[in-house]
Each structure stands twice: as structure tokens, then as C-alpha cells.
């Protein structure tokens, strides 16, 4: 099982010396670094273990200005090693990389004390002690320079990293980024622990947040070349194609469409002091450091705008700092939309994942949270039973209340409308629903329509004076008549025939004008009138000064 454990402690108490006492291996790689004799960015070491376990090690800088680069090596690990110098005691790093290590949730480690050949037995024994009254973990006193403890350290190490469990979920490839540089012939490489899947050659991941698709070449870890490594492991991936200026420390290589790329998170907040509404903070999540805005949503929960996107989530924990560090919490969602929802963060926050499901949500936008098997899904839409139940019974009581003489409603405009609304049973003409089967109800109405229709056909294209409008505007639907201006109708037919005449004579002379049109017609000026307008309404016609053009050449068919 891939184990990876990092050091914590303050500056000058002996992180890097006593790593490569352990390891053999100096990881402060920099001239900087070698010059000053501090440590500057994150360093990496394989540790042989007794028994013939291995854990990867990454050590840590200690100064109060480079706790930024302390956390990007920290929220990867899965062990502890916090070095305690044997004559200095606790100081401030000390205690600030220990709560942020209790906000990554990292119980398990060894504390080291150090130097302890440099101080009395008296003065050993008080670290000893201050050391178990620090954190709850084995303490072994040791010297980088003589050796002194070194195997006992190891065996503590061992011991810690047997009740072990990794964080990491069972969830698509995932590395974070906290190294890149190029090689000749090899190209650009970059190294970061695998916090989740595995990576191997010829596998295709997107660089996030750029959405960059790259092929790995090879895979190393702790520069062995292997053929597939997993999650836990320290890795190095060789990236053909990519410029080393397009990868920096806080991207992500992930499994394509596995993780949402988001300016939002919604957190659960776990505060080392109060952080007011409207904070502004620097977010770590992974190697990412980003500037964000802190939204506080009720007592418990923010959700966190970020000034540049992340991947995330459901369950990362992210770090919260300005001049120190403010805090933490635990992603509850991590490409939300911008809400100010408590509720909806308390049953995230419960598990209840199904409870903040209601009315349909694209299927994708829960992908980054898991999908419950309580929710429903049909054609790329998710949403609860209930929800359905409940459109149901509106249209149900909406096709009650239709007019008899067309007992359709208007079909849901939302964009679910054309996926769900067949699950309801009900029959679509057109824009309008009806119960499968259903026909107008004429009523009382039934026998005058037959009269009309009568009438109508025997006026010809004289316009009839129809005055029941509800009868006039059933037999218009039905295709049986049309109506015209001021309570007027002709039959479709008749219709038909004006239209007809006006095309033609548009045809042939480019135009027609009132009076050429009623005397073409053979009926009154009144008649000729409504049955133009009605023209001019439908499109067929439109008005050139005291004559009408047609509108398109289509207006003849």
C-alpha cells in the first residue's frame, strides 16, 4: 500500500538533515537552497523501511514565509514526521504546521526530536515529554549527525504507517502538480503524488485548468521507470508535446471529464479563529494556492469564489490562510452554482445527497458529487419522484380546468419538457398536451355547428357574421372556417379562394388594389376589406400605398 509521509516543524530544527540521514538523499536541490542552508521549495526522498516497506518522503521549508509551499507538500501525505528540536522546544511553525496538518485531517506520524546530541539528559527528556503533550503520537529522540535513534525512528515510522489508511477515495486518476521541468530528449516532466486512479504509459489526461489533453510518454517513481503507477506513489510523468511554461505548480493531470473545473466551492468550515463574511483569502486545495472571496452561508458553511478555477472534489480539504493560518474545510460540493443555500449544505454536508435533488438538473452537474440511486433519470435529466409526481398532478389539474372545445394545455416550455414530459401519459400535438384520445366537447354548440357550416359554404366569399365566438373559434381550429375582422367568418374554402385570387392577379399585374380585388371577387367593399386584412395578417399580403404586393412567391401555393 503506497504511503506517503511528509515533515512539518519550524526552521533550523533539523527537517532536511534528518532526512537525508534517513534517506541518504539531499533534497535541498536549489543553489539557493545549498547556499543559505535552508529549505525553499519541496523536496523528495524514497525511505526503505524495516521489513522491506517503503514510504515516499517529502520534505517540507519550515520558515513563517514559505508555509504556502509547506501546505502544498502537506495535503498529499498520509504520515506525519514533525521535527522538534531537542533544545529549542515548540515554536511558531511548529504549532501552525500542526493545525494544519489537524485540518488535513492527517492523525498519524512520529515525532522526531532532534539534536539530541547537543543537550543534557534532563533538557532531552522535557522535549520528549513536550513532544507527547503536542500531538498524540510515538516520540523518538534522535541525532542527524551521530545516527543516534535513526533505526528506532525507522521501526516508529513502520509502526505508524501499518495502521495507515489512505484518504484517497477509490475515484479517477488525479495528480496534483508541484513540480515541472524539462529533460533533453525526454521533453517536459512533472512530478506530484497520485492522490487518486493511476497513471501509465500511453494513457490520455487533460491538464487542468487549462483543458490542455496530453499522452504520458513513461512514468517514473522515485526515478524508476515502471509501467503503471498508483495512488500514493511519489510520480514523475514525461508529457511530450507540452511547453514547460504551460504547466505550473497547481494544476491538475486528471482522467478526461472525471473532475469539474470550477470558480466555486461550497466548503464546510473548520475555523482556527473567526473568519468574517466577505473575507478575503488565499484557498490551498491540493498544490493550488488561490485567491478567493469567503461567503458565509448560516454558521457552519461559505462557499468560496476563487479567483481562478480549481479542480476539486466532493470530500478535499482545503486550507484557508491571509497573514496566518484562518482555518480550513471540507468540499461539500465542488462546482456549485452561486447560492446562499443553507439547507441544501446541511444534507450535503448529512450525506443526503438525494434531498437536494428536486426539480431536473443536467445528469452532469451531479457527477462531481455521486449520483443516488434514489434520483431518476431519463434523456440527460435528473430528478426526484416526488417532483414528477408533483408536475403530474399540476397538468392533471390544468387539463381539468380546459376549455371543452379544445381540452389541450400548452406543454412545459423548460428545457426538460421534451425528455420528461413523456413519462407523464399524455398525448402531444403540436405545442399542446391532451389526455391520450381526447376530442373537443361541443356541448350544447354541437348542433348549430353543422348550421353554420351551411351558411357559410352557401355565402361563398361574402363574408357571414358568426356571434358565438366560442363556436367560431372551434370550427376556425377545426379547419372548417377563418375567421375575419369584427365577428366575421368565411369558410376555409372560401379562404382558399381569395387567396388564390389575389395570388394570381399579384402574378400577373405585380399588384391589386380594393376595388379590383371585390370586383375579381364579386362581393362588397366591407367584405373585400376584412378578407385583405385578414390576408395581410396571415402573411400572404402586404400593403404598398392603396394596393397590396404579395409578401413571398409561396403565398400562390
Known amino acids: 500500500m503506497p504511503l506517503t509521509v511528509g515533515t512539518a516543524g519550524h526552521i533550523d530544527h533539523g527537517k532536511t538533515w534528518l532526512v537525508r540521514a534517513l534517506t541518504g538523499k539531499d533534497t535541498d536541490r536549489l543553489p539557493e537552497e545549498q547556499r543559505r542552508g535552508i529549505s525553499i521549495d519541496l523536496g523528495y526522498a524514497p525511505l526503505e523501511l524495516p521489513g522491506g516497506g517503503r514510504l515516499s518522503l517529502v520534505d517540507v521549508p519550515g520558515h513563517e514565509r514559505l ?57 532531552l527528556e522535557l522535549a520528549l515529554d513536550e513532544a507527547h503533550e503536542l500531538v498524540r503520537a510515538e516520540a523518538v529522540a534522535v541525532s542527524a549527525k551521530t545516527g543516534a535513534g535513526l533505526d528506532e525512528l525507522r521501526a516508529a515510522l513502520a509502526r505508524a504507517a501499518e495502521g495507515a489508511t489512505p484518504k484517497r477515495a477509490e475515484r479517477a486518476t488525479r495528480l496534483w502538480v508541484d513540480r515541472s521541468f524539462s529533460l533533453r530528449g525526454i521533453g517536459t516532466v512533472v512530478t506530484g503524488t497520485l492522490w487518486s486512479g493511476s497513471i501509465g504509459e500511453g494513457d490520455e489526461l487533460r491538464l487542468e485548468p487549462a483543458g490542455r489533453r496530453v499522452r504520458v510518454r513513461s512514468v517514473q517513481v522515485h526515478d524508476r521507470e515502471v509501467g503503471r503507477a498508483e495512488a500514493g506513489q511519489r510520480v514523475a510523468v514525461s508529457l511530450p508535446g507540452l511547453e514547460r511554461r504551460e504547466v505550473r505548480r497547481g494544476d491538475a493531470l486528471v482522467a478526461p471529464g472525471a473532475y469539474p473545473v470550477s470558480y466555486r466551492l461550497d466548503v ?158 399524455l ?4 405545442s399542446r398536451l391532451y389526455r391520450p384520445g381526447a376530442t373537443p366537447d361541443l356541448g350544447a354548440l354541437g348542433s348549430a355547428a353543422p348550421e353554420l357550416g351551411r351558411t357559410l359554404a352557401s355565402a361563398g366569399l361574402a363574408a357571414t357574421k358568426v356571434d ?42 405585380g399588384s391589386i388594389a380594393l376595388a379590383r380585388f371585390r370586383d375579381l371577387a364579386g362581393i362588397g367593399r366591407r367584405d373585400a376589406q376584412l378578407l385583405l386584412e385578414r390576408l395581410d395578417a396571415d402573411g400572404v399580403t402586404r400593403r404598398a400605398g392603396d394596393a397590396r404586393v404579395l409578401r413571398r412567391r409561396s403565398a400562390r401555393s
Request: proline residues 6%.
Open 67 to 123: 508555509v504556502r509551499t509547506m501546505v502544498a507538500g502537506a495535503t498529499g501525505i498520509d504520515l506525519f514526521l514533525l521535527v522538534l528540536d531537542a533544545g529549542e522546544g515548540a515554536r511558531p511553525q511548529t504549532h501552525e504546521h500542526l493545525a494544519i496538518l489537524r485540518l488535513l485531517e492527517i492523525e498519524r506520524g512520529v515525532v522526531a526530536v532532534t539534536k539530541a546530541d547537543a543537550v543534557d539528559d534532563e533538557t
Open 268 to 425: 464546510a468550515l473548520d475555523e482556527l479563529e473567526p473568519i468574517p463574511d466577505g473575507s478575503r483569502v488565499q484557498a490551498h486545495l491540493g498544490t493550488a494556492r488561490v485567491a478567493a472571496r469567503l461567503v458565509r452561508v448560516g454558521e457552519r458553511w461559505a462557499q468560496l469564489r476563487l479567483a481562478t478555477p480549481v479542480v476539486a472534489a466532493r470530500g478535499d480539504r482545503v486550507i484557508l490562510r491571509g497573514a496566518t493560518t484562518l482555518g480550513g474545510g471540507v468540499v461539500l460540493d465542488p462546482a456549485p452554482p452561486r447560492h446562499a443555500d443553507a439547507n441544501r449544505l446541511e444534507l450535503l454536508a448529512r450525506g443526503e445527497l438525494a434531498a437536494t435533488v428536486h426539480a431536473p438538473v443536467p445528469v452532469e452537474s451531479l457527477r462531481r458529487l455521486g449520483i443516488p440511486a434514489e434520483v431518476e433519470q431519463t434523456g440527460g435529466w435528473a430528478f426526484s419522484p416526488e417532483w414528477l409526481a408533483e408536475l403530474r398532478a399540476d397538468l392533471e389539474r390544468e387539463l381539468d380546468a380546459a376549455d371543452p372545445l379544445d381540452p389541450g394545455i400548452d406543454a412545459p416550455s423548460a428545457p426538460w419538457s421534451r425528455e420528461i414530459v413523456p413519462l407523464l401519459g
Open 468 to 509: 358565438d365566438r366560442e363556436l367560431a373559434r372551434h370550427l376556425e381550429a377545426a379547419g372548417a372556417l377563418v375567421r375575419l375582422g369584427d365577428g366575421y367568418a368565411v369558410s376555409r374554402e372560401a379562404y382558399e379562394q381569395a387567396r388564390a385570387l389575389v395570388a394570381a392577379e399579384c402574378d400577373a399585374r
Open 427 to 430: 398525448e402531444r400535438r403540436g
